[in-house]
T-cell receptor, first 115, second 113 residues
Framework: DADVTQTPRNRITKTGKRIMLECSQT?????MYWYRQDPGLGLRLIYY?????DINKGEISDGYSVSRQAQAKFSLSLESAIPNQTALYFC???WGSGSAGGTQYFGPGTRLTVL | GENVEQHPSTLSVQEGDSAVIKCTYS??????FPWYKQELGKRPQLIID?????GEKKDQRIAVTLNKTAKHFSLHITETQPEDSAVYFC????????????FGAGTRLFVKA
């Protein structure tokens, strides 16, 4: 779905480095989310934002921070990367209300490796 | 807290057979139940969804059923094909909570040719 984009698509970094993953959407959705997926596992919610002024922690927010720079942009930062943050990261968007509310549209993912 | 349980975690079927994946949810206020398919190396994508005002929805070989009393919903795939092989995630959310979504742990479906 080209309407939700993530940069970079792949990133290799070293322990202790600060990393930013970016997500942009052209769908006009108000909700944006960051998920983490480890091999063979499901989707775990890191942070979510219901609008530009509303940021909420998910189930695994420790070690991460986010910024909703605009309705269309939501970035995820790893303050000091550690090896167990090696994972596939997905951004997603959705409407928060209405007949189309709830359906999530995912970006292509960012594969992050922390050495 | 809110929870969605999904079973089985792995399912292997012969091509042409049916596959059924089941989910239960804990929040009785949940009223939107999507199913996502994630092919290897790809992003999850919606394949079918159901809202709580209906009990069943069908789209070609895929159907979803919802039992609100028992708080469970199921995905049914008929006449399975090798391209159905993927990980399937169920999810639940509620409109009063801004549709914050709780995902199941996923089911890896293998369709053997």
């Amino acid at each position: 779905d080209a309407d939700v984009t993530q940069t970079p698509r792949n990133r290799i970094t070293k322990t202790g480095k600060r990393i930013m993953l970016e997500c942009s959407q052209t769908k006009g959705h108000d909700r944006m989310y960051w998920y983490r997926q480890d091999p063979g596992l499901g989707l775990r919610l890191i942070y979510y934002s219901f609008d530009v002024k509303d940021i909420n922690k998910g189930e695994i927010s420790d070690g991460y921070s986010v910024s909703r720079q605009a309705q269309a942009k939501f970035s995820l930062s790893l303050e000091s990367a550690i090896p167990n943050q090696t994972a596939l990261y997905f951004c997603a968007t959705s409407w928060g209300s209405g007949s189309a509310g709830g359906t999530q549209y995912f970006g292509p993912g960012t594969r992050l490796t922390v050495l | 807290g809110e929870n969605v349980e999904q079973h089985p975690s792995t399912l292997s079927v012969q091509e042409g057979d049916s596959a059924v994946i089941k989910c239960t949810y804990s929040d009785s206020a949940s009223n939107y139940f999507p199913w996502y398919k994630q092919e290897l190396g790809k992003r999850p994508q919606l394949i079918i969804d159901i809202r709580s005002n209906v009990g069943e929805k069908k789209d070609q070989r895929i159907a979803v059923t919802l039992n609100k009393t028992a708080k469970h919903f199921s995905l049914h795939i008929t006449e399975t094909q090798p391209e159905d092989s993927a990980v399937y995630f169920c999810a639940a959310s509620k409109s009063t909570g801004g549709f914050k979504t709780i995902f199941g742990a996923g089911t890896r479906l293998f369709v053997k040719a």
